[in-house]
């Protein structure tokens, strides 16, 4: 089945570090790519996606890129703000089953940015 | 624009005593939604979802259930709580395509 692995945290950053979250991912078909980020208390917010091979997809300063031949999607930004942390979850939706787009969400990656 | 909700937003319960969980999207039609349980510290655990009124399909069997009584209506309900079923419960809704959207949450402290 699908599956989704994601770099463990807690990643602590300076304020202005460069970002890196890696995912990886498993799955039978053509998936579509996507980063959430949730803030404490929070739901979940799309934050980026990504539909085909080397589409990149982007907001608010993060960047990922679907890299089929390494089944990879790492999440990427130049410059974190303390106002960046919280966790963020890789998940990958596969062509429609039964009707319903299932989503394979990964475990999560905490991300602390500190002054 | 297309909002969701949830409420309540924070609950508090009796082992033994009910649920009901109700979740509304507004601005979009004939919308799949989900139910979601995020346990503390770990990843998303699918528990229903539902393609059209009436339709409910289970992923995880456990003393909670689903209904979908409106288009745009979707509540999770239990007869008896558990000290299990606390966690945070996130609604989600996808108009067709593959991403999906995310209510605000209710978190359930089952004591």
């Known amino acids: 089945g699908d599956s989704v692995t994601q770099m463990e945290g807690p990643v602590t950053l300076s304020e202005e570090a460069f970002l890196t979250i890696n995912c990886t991912y498993t799955a039978t078909g053509y998936p579509s790519l996507f980063w959430y980020v949730q803030y404490p208390g929070e739901g979940l917010q799309l934050l980026l996606k990504a539909t085909k091979a080397d589409d990149k997809g982007s907001n608010k300063g993060f960047e990922a890129t679907y890299r089929k031949e390494t089944t990879s999607f790492h999440l990427e930004k130049g410059s974190v703000q303390v106002s960046d942390s919280a966790v963020y979850f890789c998940?990958?939706?596969?062509?429609?089953?039964?009707?319903?787009?299932?989503?394979?969400f990964g475990t999560g990656t905490k991300l602390q940015v500190i002054p | 624009s297309q909002t969701i909700h949830q409420w309540p937003a924070t609950l508090v319960q009796p082992v033994g005593s009910p649920l009901s969980l109700e979740c509304t999207v507004e601005g979009t039609s004939n919308p799949n939604l989900y139910w979601y349980r995020q346990a503390a510290g770990r990843g998303l655990q699918l528990l229903f979802y539902?393609?059209?009124?009436?339709?409910i399909s289970s992923e995880v069997p456990q003393n909670l259930s689903a209904s979908r009584p409106q288009d745009r209506q979707f509540i999770l309900s239990s007869k008896k709580l558990l000290l299990s079923d606390s966690g945070f419960y996130l609604c989600a809704w996808s108009p067709g395509s593959y991403e999906q959207y995310f209510g605000p949450g209710t978190r359930l402290t089952v004591t």
């Open positions: 539902s393609v059209g009124i009436g339709q």
């Open positions: 998940a990958l939706s596969d062509n429609f089953s039964g009707g319903y787009q299932k989503v394979t």
